[in-house]
């Protein structure tokens, strides 16, 4: 079975842009979760997804936002880019019963400069 | 005060050496105790996974959850130059949102 895939897996940008990230899960788990990595702060949740609808949400400003397609799928998006949100940014799938085994991609490593 | 925390380290220790990592935690809501393993450029990866209290063994590891002192380990017995990484804590409470501590960075010297 096919991990996670998430691309690009490196990203330059500027202050002031936008980006997006895709993430595409395990074959059959409809659950996808986006988190925020860095030295300082550790891993940090952005938000969850589950059957198209967001579940879950951690304490980010709204210039971060996603969604999820029918094929789970999935899109974080993040707006007027500044300097503190260079991280990497990590795309975890499960089949989201509750367990709470996550599966991680590689992730997307974002520098804004 | 961190809902999880887990000293960052720098751990390194001789190859063969038994290896303990620890993490203490304050919400006794969290059912869900898991270790991840993460290497340089990667994504962390899924060791070992424990429901509730108790011992979780699996080859040179073992995981161990005491839900009464809020505190969990990892034991990584024989260890190898192989096993050099960041191992990450992470536990839930079924609301599909893991918290992690701030990992461990451990390094094996041959």
Known sequence: KAGVTQTPRYLIKTRGQQ????????SGHRSVSWYQQTPGQGLQFLFEYFSETQRNKGNFPGRFSGRQFSNSRSEMNVSTLELGDSALYLCASSDGQGDEKLFFGSGTQLSVL | QKEVEQDPGPLSVPEGAIVSLNCTYSNSAFQYFMWYRQYSRKGPELLMYTYSSGNKEDGRFTAQVDKSS???????RDSQPSDSATYLCAM???????VFGQGTRLTINP
Request: include cysteine; hydrophobic fraction near 40%.
């Open chain 2, 92 to 98: 839930g409470r079924g609301a599909q949102k893991l």
């Open chain 2, 70 to 76: 809020k505190y969990i380990s990892l034991f990584i």
């Open chain 1, 19 to 26: 980006v997006t990230l895709s993430c595409s899960p395990i």
